[in-house]
Structure formats: C-alpha cells, structure tokens
C-alpha cells in the first residue's frame, strides 16, 4: 500500500504519516524504484495513533505504548497500564493548574468589575 493510500484509508495526510514514520510510530519497505510501501496493517495502527494523540499523548509516549499493544496480555498489561497511569497524573495536574488559573481570573475579572470607573 503505497502512502496516498493509507492516507486515503485513515483520513490522515501524507505529511503526518511522514512524521509518523519518522518518529518511528509507523514502518514502511522501500520498492526497487524508492516508494514507501506500508502492510494493510498499518490502517490500523494509524487509527490507534491517532485515537492516542486525540487523548492527549505525545508521540514518545505513544511510541512507548504501540509495542504493548502488540504483546501478550500478561506482557502489555504492567507496562501498559503504568504509561497510561502517569499519563492520567500528567492530565489530572494539567486540569488542576487550569482551574486554578481559570479561578484567578474569574475572581480578577469579578474585582474589576466591582470597582467604579474613573471619570
């Protein structure tokens, strides 16, 4: 499967299967002629790479977590479940510094417009 067909096939364009190659999230074999040919399982790992960057990983974290989705169930579950675990903490002190921020502002915003203006 040549790129503009798995582009076709994920919704997701050239330019980021590009990125995901070379960030090493996908694999490809080169033709005699230079063309990137993908396996039809790709289709697949695409959709997932792109299910985990629309959760918020990164593409070092994600790459960390593909090989687990290959391997066996006892072999994923440790290591699987302590990336997403720390990427549950990442995101959990993510969203206290924004409430935390957004508090400031609401209570800054309702202080301003508490106070008489100048004439």
Request: some cysteine.
């Amino acid at each position: 499967m040549r790129i503009g067909e798995l582009a076709e096939a994920t919704g997701v364009s050239t330019r980021s299967l590009r990125y995901y190659e070379e960030q090493g999230l996908i694999r490809s074999e080169r033709t005699p002629g230079g063309w990137r040919d993908f396996e039809s399982s790709m289709v697949e790992r695409v959709v997932m790479i792109q299910h985990l960057f629309a959760a918020g990983l990164s593409s070092t974290t994600i790459n960390e977590l593909l090989p687990c989705l290959e391997a066996s169930p006892e072999e994923r579950n440790g290591v699987m479940e302590q990336l997403l675990a720390q990427e549950v903490e990442r995101l959990e002190t993510k969203r206290r510094e924004l409430d935390r921020e957004l508090e400031t502002l609401q209570a800054l915003r309702h202080e301003t417009a508490l106070e008489p203006k100048p004439t």
